[in-house]
């Protein structure tokens, strides 16, 4: 990796009128730290944690896990680290536990279910993000929520393991922060209720089109029908900004959305806290951010509202880039 400084990237993601939003990283190699700060990233607001457990037969041990999410967190700190609990299954297995036999492995056990099925597995995750919490700034996240129960019982393995570190005598941070993704369409409905469980929520627009539209997002048969800006995924990431505010919690996005110059003025106009994105795409995103004004993404937020069709809304986004720039 060739260290570039990328001119103005490290001012602070301001519009023009001063609502400040936060622009973090998402990352899954330790190796990436350089790209995010060299281009201005203001934490990491995902790190996947799947790749230490892909290509090899056995399974990563808590101490070696603990490494790297403590050398993470130190590096990056005082920003952010947010550690995503493993997102195995759909289209990424572990050899240790051989392929499932799902016919629709996107629909299967995956993600935080995976998780809940093999409790020490999660357990031993856990306690490694626990204690690379006293290294920095760290917040843990789970993906694919689709209910109150997988929180709650989420939230009590990491009781359990806190409760184990607090017996042996190991420091963990009492205050990290617990979010989960929003990426599916149930987790859309109840956020109400789930935003009472968390400190934060991380819209994974990803995966919030592939199952609102019944798109598979690998599937290039179907791929013209991924629409990010159809008004069923609008009014949803609408929907999860408005129910964390009411609650009081963060809300960040850290789908592919969030580096699209045509979204990112509506999720301005939604006043997302944060947005969460490739590192080489963080310099452009800024730049565009500085030139944004809060009223006219507002308004163009409303008329984007307003908009019955897909392609209705993506002329008024054109139409608006053209307009600014
Ligand atoms: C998402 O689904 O939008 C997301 C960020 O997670 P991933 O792409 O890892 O599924
Ligand atoms: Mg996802």
Known sequence: ????????????????????????????????????????????????????????????????????????????????????????????????????????????????????????????????????????????????ICGLREVLQAKSAVVRAQKELREEGIPFDENMPIGVMIELPAAVMIAEILAQEVDFFSIGTNDLIQYSLGIDRTNPHVSYLY?????????????????????????????EVASDPYCVPILMGMQIDSLSLTPQAIPGIKRILRQLNMQECKQLLKEVLNCRTVSSINRLVTENIYKKY
């Open 1 to 144: 990796y060739q260290r570039t400084i990328i001119r103005g990237c490290q001012l602070p993601a301001e519009t023009e009128d001063g609502y400040r939003v936060q622009v973090h990283a998402n990352i899954e190699l330790f190796e990436e730290v350089s790209a995010v700060i060299d281009n201005g990233g203001e934490g990491i607001g995902l790190f996947r944690t799947e790749y230490a457990y892909l290509n090899r037969t056995d399974l990563p041990t808590e101490e070696e896990l603990f490494e790297k999410y403590s050398d993470l967190a130190a590096i990056m700190s005082p920003r952010k680290v947010t550690l995503r609990t493993l997102d195995l299954g759909a289209d990424k297995f572990m050899s240790h536990f051989g392929s499932l036999d799902e016919a629709n492995p996107a629909l299967g056990l995956r993600a935080v279910r995976f998780c809940l099925k093999h409790p020490d597995l999660f357990r031993l995750q856990l306690r490694a993000i626990l204690r690379a919490s006293v290294h920095g700034n760290v917040s843990l996240m789970f993906p694919m």
């Open 227 to 255: 629409q990010p800006l159809h008004p069923a995924v609008v009014r949803s990431i609408k929907y999860v900004v408005d129910a964390g505010h009411r609650a009081g919690i963060g809300v960040s996005l850290c789908g």
